[in-house]
């Protein structure tokens, strides 16, 4: 086995912690070239530099070493074990270094091809009262630079052939909730990041971009508008330090021809509106796509696909930016626009925004509705206003505070912050969603303790249509919005997806399985059972003529609950890598 | 009362077993390194979690060494500094899984949980029966109002989110005409409802009655007024054991009762929050 000895290396230098001799640096960083904004816009095939690789969020390699043909000779490259904190990492490399940030902001530098250690950088943990607040989702590489958004609501800049801190920004304040989830990314030349953890003690979140010498804000856009601001009437009244949510828990996309950024928003809080004193306000810009000017970060567009929410059906996950033909298909597309000239081609924001697993198509410049269908069982948003530019959440569901009501998906989603990947091979987004319902109960009061707003109680159950099958890995026509292929099974989809220029598509669920399926018909060439359930985001790289694919695991499986026959051990973080045998 | 080494020893012993024996209920998923699962021998006290930043903390206090007294033991106080510091919240800022933690390596129960019921706590909580119940009570700028209805109706009034006074006051607005209800004006903590009273944003508004103890409370800038037909809820103030705790549990439960019969419990109130008090009509 060409890789038994790295293996063993890795795993040394990761649990021993042993520091890695400088001659093995410099050796590391020989063919270091800074990251620029050309680089970002076109990356090499071999790179991965941001969160799902490029600014359209695809999630897309275009690296074909390993493809239908040869996938089932996939071995294990190295592996190394993880930090145990909350595991949502995405591996980024560059040059033949992999950056990995993991949970709590805990980053290490290895070789790429052997996962041999070059340095570390341990952030101080605080005690922050939102256990998920340590979730790191990406960090992003620019010039000499390593860029996180942390758990404590910091921007910081980190020399990438050190670890050591360049510059640190703080942004937010962690003693009342505000930490970063989404990471940071670098658009214009800017870096941009969205705050989250805008729970009940603390009101509206927002959007920021810096200066990448200094951190240095240069512009900063709340989700939720103040006072004389347009949308403050959608919040009837209710005083600016009450109008809580709106956080931005995922990194932005970007459209540099347009130059526009687009975000998603969440929900408001508290998420009934009889508790949170809204009336029938459509409460913006929770729930919304806002795209932003990426200079003045001044709000150009929003679309908010579900108005004057209850649920906890967020919308603030990622937006994939595609230049496609526009036709969607009747009788197969649920809400398509009447104004739509079929077959125009257009830059359009599209992908699964938001829990209730809808894919949701938007027109880049304008934020136009063009068409939107559920990939998921869903009975939360009934109808699309394209003249008012929202998606109408269901009045029967909006039932008073302590009255239960059956609500699809359920808080947890259809699909959550794991993500869907484009393929431009097949104009298609495969998307990890699953069916899961809830009973669902507005909350009379906050309960005693709790860091967590308490708004509602929750009992989740699988879709009874769904005989028994949690997940639904739906493969979608990004211009018909059918669907290519579907692969039902009993085991949810908690993981994100990746897919490669060999025509892969790679996921995993929440039996611990990591599965390759061919992106034209999802049939399953390869599968390989790992430690724990596949979480963080799967990314694919080159170093020296190899294609390796790299997948964080560990965590709970998100749905395991709902199929109490699979069990298997909480934790296990470690980062799989894989790739053909040599020859 | 007397204390006896027999009879605590006979207390201790019984919980130990008790424990022993409770039946198994869902836990919180937390890492083996956050918990001591050694047994915490305390001698002769019940160590009690306490959030000193409650504003019913003195009470909390007197109320668990009086409760303590009753079973012939000492109280011993473990405080609870949670990371959230925002004053005002009527509720402990810490999570569930700290509650578990705490109730795991620090104290035997958690005074001060108010008593919900509708499956708002986990299966692994179980609580005592209520050792106070104290009111919402309405609040004006002193010289302006005596009663609720005096408040013109194109003028807000203020409540707290998602506390039961809450509930109940947007429940009674929607009761009233639409041309009769006030404006309900919610904010985050009774804080930011004094503050907003005081400043003349809102007329009037709705807070707990122990937040008036609070030392920066000007009592001269802040009058209680009366809400004729609307009755304000109260709060039920109960302790939080884990459900393993059954027997420690029905030990408290039998001295609340006791101390309730006898009127201590009332009293201890009117002794520990004179200041409150002395602002009642």
């Known amino acids: ?583 | 009362m007397n204390r006896t080494t027999m009879a605590l020893g006979a207390v201790l012993a019984l919980v130990m077993i008790a424990r022993g024996a409770a039946p198994a209920v869902a836990q919180p998923e937390i890492g083996p390194e956050f918990l001591d699962r050694t047994n915490r021998l305390d001698g002769e006290a019940i160590t009690f979690c306490i959030y000193p930043q409650a504003p019913s903390a003195p009470l909390d206090r007197a109320a668990a060494e009086l409760i303590a007294e009753a079973l012939f033991l000492d109280a011993a106080f473990f405080d609870i500094q949670p990371t959230i510091r925002v004053t005002g919240l009527d509720g402990i800022p810490i999570s569930e899984d700290e509650v578990f933690i705490f109730l795991t390596n620090n104290c035997d129960a958690l005074l001060g949980m108010e008593l919900l019921t509708g499956g708002v706590y986990p299966e692994w909580l179980t609580f005592t029966a209520a050792y106070a119940s104290i009111p919402y009570v309405a609040i004006a700028r002193a010289g302006t109002y005596a009663d609720l209805f005096e408040v013109p109706r194109d003028r807000p009034i203020a409540t707290q989110s998602m506390t039961s006074v809450d509930g109940t006051v947007t429940a009674f607005f929607r009761t009233l005409p639409a041309d009769q209800a006030w404006r309900r004006f919610p904010l985050p903590t009774s804080n930011s409802v004094l503050t907003r009273v005081l400043d003349g944003t809102v007329d009037a508004g709705f807070i707990w009655e122990p937040w008036l103890q609070q030392p920066y409370v000007d009592p001269a800038q802040i009058t209680l007024i009366s809400t004729g037909s609307l009755t304000l809820p109260t709060r039920n103030l109960g302790m939080a054991l884990q459900s393993v705790d059954n027997f420690l549990r029905t030990l408290i439960d039998e001295a609340i009762a006791d101390l309730t019969a006898g009127g201590e419990l009332a009293q201890l109130y009117l002794d520990v929050m004179p200041d409150v008090l002395r602002r009642n009509p």
């Open chain 1, 1 to 583: 086995m060409r890789y038994r000895g790295l293996l063993k290396l890795a795993v040394f230098g990761a649990i021993a912690g042993t520091p890695i001799a400088a001659t093995a640096q410099t050796t590391a960083f020989d063919n270091w070239t800074p990251v620029t904004d050309e680089m970002l816009a076109n990356p090499a095939d071999g790179d991965w530099l941001m969160w799902r690789r490029n600014y359209g969020n695809w999630g897309y390699s275009p690296l074909d070493q390993v493809n239908a043909d040869n996938v089932d000779d996939l071995n294990l490259a190295w592996a190394v074990t993880l930090d145990p904190a909350s595991n949502e990492m995405t591996p980024l490399v560059h040059d033949g270094v992999m950056f990995m940030v993991q949970g709590c902001d805990f980053t290490q530098a290895v070789d790429a091809t052997n996962g041999a250690l070059l340095w570390e950088y341990r952030r101080d943990v605080v005690d922050h009262a939102a256990g998920l607040a340590c979730g790191n989702r990406n960090p992003v590489l620019y010039g000499d630079k390593l860029y996180i958004a942390t758990h404590d609501a910091f921007l910081i800049a980190l020399d990438v052939r050190t670890g050591e801190v360049v510059w640190e920004q703080q942004v937010g304040d962690w003693t009342i909730g505000h930490h970063y989830s989404g990471g940071p990314q670098i658009f214009g030349g800017k870096l941009i990041a969205g705050m989250s953890g805008c729970y009940y003690i603390n009101s509206r979140c927002w959007i920021s971009a810096h200066d990448t010498e200094t951190g240095e804000e240069l512009w900063r856009t709340y989700t939720i508008p103040g006072p004389g601001e347009f949308g403050d009437e959608t919040w009837n009244g209710v005083p600016l330090e009450a109008r809580y949510g709106g956080s931005a828990w995922n990194a932005g996309a970007y459209a540099p021809e347009l130059g526009l950024i687009y975000y998603g928003v969440a929900v408001p809080i508290p998420w009934g509106s009889p508790q949170r004193g809204t009336g029938d306000g459509d409460v913006l810009y929770t729930n919304s796509t806002i795209a932003i000017d990426e200079d003045t970060g001044e709000i150009v567009w929003y679309f908010q696909h579900m108005a004057n929410e209850y649920w906890d059906l967020d919308h603030p996950f990622a937006r994939m930016v595609v230049d496609t033909a526009v036709a969607p298909t009747a009788g197969e597309v649920q809400w398509i626009a009447d104004d739509l000239t079929p077959g125009e081609t257009r830059t359009v924001v599209t992908g699964i925004p938001g829990k209730t697993g809808i894919v949701w198509t938007l027109d880049a410049a304008t934020g136009d509705f063009l068409w939107a269908t559920p990939t998921n069982y869903q009975n939360a948003m009934v109808d699309v206003e394209p003249e008012n530019r929202r998606g109408i959440s269901n009045p029967e569901l909006m039932v008073p505070i302590g009255v239960e009501t059956f609500v699809c998906p359920s808080a947890g989603g259809g699909i959550n912050w794991q993500s869907p990947a484009y393929s431009p091979q097949t104009n298609a987004i495969y998307a990890p969603v699953n069916n899961v319902c809830n009973f669902y109960t507005l909350n009379e009061v906050t309960p005693t303790i709790g860091a967590h707003h308490g708004s509602a109680r929750t009992r989740a159950v699988i879709w009874e249509g769904a005989n028994g099958n949690v997940g639904a890995f739906t493969a979608v026509s990004v211009e018909t919005g059918e669907f290519l292929w579907q692969h039902i099974q009993r085991a949810g989809f908690g993981s994100s997806v990746l897919t490669t220029g060999g025509g892969l598509v790679v996921t995993g669920d929440d039996a611990n399985l990591l599965r390759v399926y061919r992106a034209t018909d999802g049939e399953i060439l390869w599968e390989q059972r790992v430690s724990a359930s596949l979480r963080g985001y799967p990314m694919t790289y080159e170093v020296d003529g190899t294609q390796y694919i790299a997948f964080p695991v560990g965590g709970n499986g998100r749905y395991r609950a709902r199929t109490p026959e699979i069990r298997f051990p909480s934790g296990g973080n470690m980062l799989y890598v894989f790739a053909l045998p040599e020859g």
